[in-house]
């Protein structure tokens, strides 16, 4: 049986967000857990581009805060996203990028890769989540490239997690092993190749390893 299990979603096409905004519902409750906008304004003439996001309900994410916002940090592939981690900012808007015509501030213009984030689930309890993006260096643009959380209340997940079985090269067609049902609620049957000869050995890991 399984505690837990990465649900992941790749937002296939990317969505190039331009002066609107992008709404997630990690466990499609019906909740929108996460919001992201870019926009523009004016200041002393100045054409101004923007990237923030939004959290509501007192969800959060990983970064700094300072003049009630927070300044998510950009996560590099695999860090831990864990009820441990003592950087979760506490407030509900957050700021990604800023810039204006001769300079820019913000920890994401110009970068690819994750936010992390905890929501309150449909089921009442703190999940943790990531998100993967990329944010022009003019934020002018913020792309979604896909997001993943973990199912188990409380339970730590890796940025970039899809929670997908691997299957090691061996010369085989890796897509030839199939996990039936998935997600897995519970029981997961593995179908392997009919070419496999002699015997096999799977692991099955959490996101701690």
């Known amino acids: 049986k399984a505690d837990g299990q990465v649900v992941y979603t790749d937002v296939d096409p990317d969505s190039v967000l331009t002066n609107g ?4 519902d990690f466990d499609t409750d019906g909740t929108v ?9 004016t200041y002393s003439s100045d054409q101004v581009q ?11 994410a990983i970064g700094e805060g300072a003049d009630g916002y927070s300044y998510p940090a950009v996560l590099a592939s695999g860090a831990p996203i864990a009820q441990d981690n003592t950087s979760f900012g506490s407030y509900a808007d957050g700021i990604l990028g800023v810039a204006y015509p001769n300079y820019q501030y913000g920890l994401w213009p110009g970068q690819t890769g994750f936010l992390g984030c905890r929501f ?6 703190l999940h943790y989540a990531w998100v993967k993006l990329s944010v022009s260096g003019d934020a002018q643009t913020c792309t979604i490239l896909g997001f993943g959380y973990e199912s188990a209340p409380n339970g730590a997940i890796n940025a970039g997690d899809m929670g997908v079985a ?8 890796p897509l030839a092993l199939q996990v039936v049902p998935n997600p897995v609620n519970d029981v997961a049957t593995l179908i392997l190749p009919n070419n496999i000869g002699g015997s096999s050995s799977i692991s099955l890991l959490n996101s701690l390893g």
């Open 33 to 41: 857990d996460f919001s992201l906008v870019q926009g523009h304004f």
């Open 166 to 173: 691997a299957v090691p090269e061996t010369g085989r067609d």
């Open 120 to 125: 309150l689930a449909g089921d009442g309890q």
């Open 50 to 60: 923007s990237v923030t996001i939004h959290l509501p309900d007192g969800n959060q």
């Open 21 to 24: 905004t992008f709404d997630i």
